[in-house]
């Protein structure tokens, strides 16, 4: 059974760096066929995708994010982590890790983790 | 690269269809046969329900159906049920390992 679990920090300061882990169980990671991404839903918002990364250290970002983005993905530790940097109210939202599948589709979801950009 | 367009809303009665579009461009819907469709409940995780346009992942009832003509992928929903209220987002492969989604139809079951 593939479980996806997004933690981190609730609530981070503007101007900061937003930083989350996902942790993945029931399969490993280092599995070359997949990706693993972030996508985030602002409040009253659609879903965007942030980025996905894999084993062999190919990652994809989504271009208007990439220049404050770093996703990497620790096969040792079943962990995909997200970095972003210089966060606004505007980056306020749950932020869902996901499995993407051999078809570019998201296969496999966390529940999701909610993050306030607020002073 | 822009979301997707989709209504922002669709609704129908107990044991009716409803059809979602999902419109782009010929650099992502029109171009390639990766479009995958998700089912947002509040509190729960998105779950697929659609991939490579028409595909259903292994657990998905044969009620939801996709299609795609031109620029415009659509997902239908037959035999609609109560737990069929949802958000559902579209989402296609826009070349050069990009993604991108669409913003999202809240479908109401009346």
């Known amino acids: 059974q593939l479980d996806l679990e997004e933690s981190g920090p609730g609530l981070v300061k503007p101007s900061e760096t937003l930083s989350l882990t996902c942790t993945v169980s029931?399969?490993?990671?280092?599995?070359?066929?997949?990706?693993w991404g972030w996508i985030r839903r602002p409040p009253g918002k659609g879903l965007e995708w942030i980025g996905s990364?894999?084993?062999?250290?190919?990652?994809h970002y989504n271009p208007s994010l990439r220049r404050r983005v770093t996703l990497s993905l620790d096969t040792s530790k079943n962990q995909l982590t997200l970095r972003l940097t210089s966060v606004t109210a505007a980056d306020t939202a749950v932020y869902f890790c996901a499995r993407e599948g051999l078809e570019w589709e998201f296969d496999f979801w966390g529940q999701g983790h909610l993050v306030t950009v607020s002073s | 690269q822009s979301a997707l367009t989709q209504p922002p809303s669709a609704s129908a009665s107990p044991g009716q269809s409803v059809t979602i579009s999902c419109t782009g461009t010929s650099s992502d819907v029109g171009g390639y046969k990766y479009v995958s469709w998700y089912q947002v409940r509040p509190g729960k995780a998105p779950r697929l329900i659609i991939y490579q346009v028409t595909k259903r992942p292994s657990g998905v009832p044969d009620r939801f159906s996709g299609s795609k003509s031109g620029n415009t992928a659509s997902l239908t929903v037959s035999g609609l049920q109560a737990e069929d209220e949802a958000d559902y987002y579209c989402n296609a492969y826009a070349g050069s390992n990009n993604l991108v989604f669409g913003g999202g139809t809240k479908v109401t079951v009346l």
């Open positions: 990364a894999s084993s062999r250290d190919i990652i």
């Open positions: 029931g399969v490993s990671t280092n599995r070359l066929s997949y990706f």
